[in-house]
């Protein structure tokens, strides 16, 4: 079994952070980061149709769910943001009949799974290889991260929205008392929390063309990316509510170079996950172990022969592969 990646490949937390600067800056992750925020921002709103219209076959038309959804929603996006999200939604979801509802969820797949593609080719860069499933194998795969991404989204929705219903549900059923209660409503949070880690450890693991050992739920990767995409969004929000200027400088447009700005940041934050993941186990690869990749090999010891006729493949390879059996 290989070194998990917490131990860092023997670097230090600073040591890390210094060669992964270095990595964003080489494989130019913030210019790949605003090609993520177009795509984000032509899925968003068929995904927040398609996401209030489950919820509202789930837990029943009358129970506030857009309501409540979009009070949590409006606690993490900045406010002029949310507010032009709010009044295209309210367009959407009062003009839009049953077929167009559904034709705009299709469509929605489709652009995630062609924002999940952007994903997948900026963490190939980030592990130094070159796409060479097939294109059917690629956009299938990104479909199905995007559906298994929209369902850890749902769950961990159904969970804020109706955590209290369902803990009084179980209290009564059990006898457990209002004690339960409480501690669901706590417990919550750290499992909504433990979903979205998982969300980010699915894209890792399966987006990139290379194969891993196993899947690791919860890497340093996903921790880092996760952090930065809640204090980018809240120090966004903070920025904004003190200094709002976009709206004095692109006037209308103010709101949506706001939003933009929240996707390009959020699509960042998963792209630097990444690149944490790809550096250590890069380091883990030269230390000897023979079950980690260094950069330029899908899977331990198998060079990428697009990146070797290129040049790429990092001289490393070999000497690691020496010395892990010396």
């Known amino acids: 079994m290989r070194d998990s990646l917490w131990s860092l490949g023997g670097l230090t937390w600073k040591e890390l952070l210094k060669r992964v600067w270095n990595e964003i800056q080489e494989d130019e992750v913030f210019g790949r980061a605003a090609e993520l925020a177009y795509y984000f921002l032509l899925a968003l709103i068929p995904l927040l149709v398609f996401l209030t219209s489950v919820l509202g076959i789930i837990m029943g038309s009358g129970s506030g769910i857009r309501h409540n959804l979009f009070n949590y929603l409006a606690s993490v996006m900045p406010g002029s943001a949310f507010q032009l999200v709010d009044a295209t939604m309210y367009e959407v979801s009062t003009e839009s009949t049953g077929v167009k509802l559904w034709l705009g969820v299709l469509g929605a797949l489709w652009i995630a799974s062609s924002g999940m593609g952007a994903i997948t080719s900026a963490l190939n860069v980030a592990y130094d290889v070159k796409e060479s499933r097939p294109w059917w194998r690629q956009r299938l795969t990104a479909i199905l991260l995007t559906i298994a991404l929209a369902v850890l989204i749902i769950s961990a929705l159904l969970l804020v929205l109706a955590g209290g219903q369902i803990a009084a549900l179980i209290a009564r059923s ?153």
Do not use: C
């Open 174 to 326: 059990f006898g457990f008392g209002s004690v339960f209660v409480t501690m669901w409503k706590i417990l919550q949070w750290p499992i909504v929390l433990l979903f979205i880690l998982v969300a980010f450890a699915l894209i890792y693991y399966f987006a990139p063309d290379v194969r891993e050992a196993k899947l690791q739920w919860i890497t340093p990767g996903a921790v880092i990316g996760v952090l930065l995409w809640l204090l980018v969004s809240f120090g966004f929000r903070l920025y904004l509510h003190f200094f709002d200027s976009y709206s004095k400088t692109y006037g209308s447009l103010g709101a949506v170079i706001v939003l933009m700005l929240w996707l390009y940041l959020t699509g960042a934050a998963i792209l630097i996950g990444g690149e944490v993941n790809a550096e250590i186990e890069n380091q883990i690869a030269r230390a000897g172990h023979p079950e980690a990749k260094i950069k330029g090999e899908k899977a331990p010891g198998e060079k990428d022969m697009d990146s070797s006729s290129r040049g790429n493949v990092n001289p490393d390879a070999t000497e690691r592969r020496t010395a892990g059996t010396t």
